[in-house]
């Protein structure tokens, strides 16, 4: 493949039109919103690239860069799905996870002639389709960290938290912290997993019961 088909692959992948577009879950970030732990552009800010270095979307990106290197091993591809699940702190993000991988396996099935193994979890599927296209693990995690990060920006233009502008800027001020987990993801191995963001985790929890409420998660 050439390197703009690989490109075109992975924007369709990771873009919002996609099934797996941050339309339904927020990841806890609606509860820590009611909580008032994310309150205004800053805290926003602070929420997003403490989940980026130290939180779940950092496992993420190990997980799928582990993937990746492992495309045509069904075995180790089965075990990296296993623990992602098991890293899951709570019943939500577990759904997400394996409800998001579900929508990616579907969709991308229209990309390959052979469909991807059913029940993995989103990083993991996408890891996969990256791996069966040979896009470049840096190239991928870039695109992946980006879009998870734009997707909690939607997320926190619908509650009220930001407008487009102040997401804009955002964006502009996380572009450095995410080039540089990328590198540091596109280096890794499955002992660089652990998360440190425990508010994170706690609102995800919270969020199990929160009422009313906008996102899945």
Known sequence: MSSSSQLLRLMAWLSPVFPTGGFAYSA?????????????EDSLSNWLEILVR???????AVLLVATLRQT????????????ALALSGSAERHH??????KSF????????????PADLPLPVAVGLACGKSAIDPETALVAWLNTF????????????????QGAARILA??????????????????DDLGSAAIMAEIACMKHEILQPRLFLS
């Open 96 to 101: 997400e996870a394996v409800a998001q991988g």
């Open 28 to 40: 806890g970030l609606e509860q820590a919103v009611t909580s008032a732990l994310v309150r205004d």
């Open 105 to 116: 396996r579907e969709a991308v099935g229209f990309w390959f002639d052979d469909a991807l």
């Open 72 to 83: 045509s091993s069904p075995a180790a591809i089965a075990e990296i799905a296993g623990l």
């Open 173 to 190: 001020r996380l572009e450095p912290v995410l080039a540089d987990i990328a590198q540091k993801a596109a280096n890794s191995s499955l």
């Open 149 to 164: 990060v734009s997707n909690q920006l939607q997320c926190a233009i619908r509650l009220s938290v930001v407008g487009q």
């Open 54 to 60: 130290h939180g779940s979307a950092w496992n993420d």
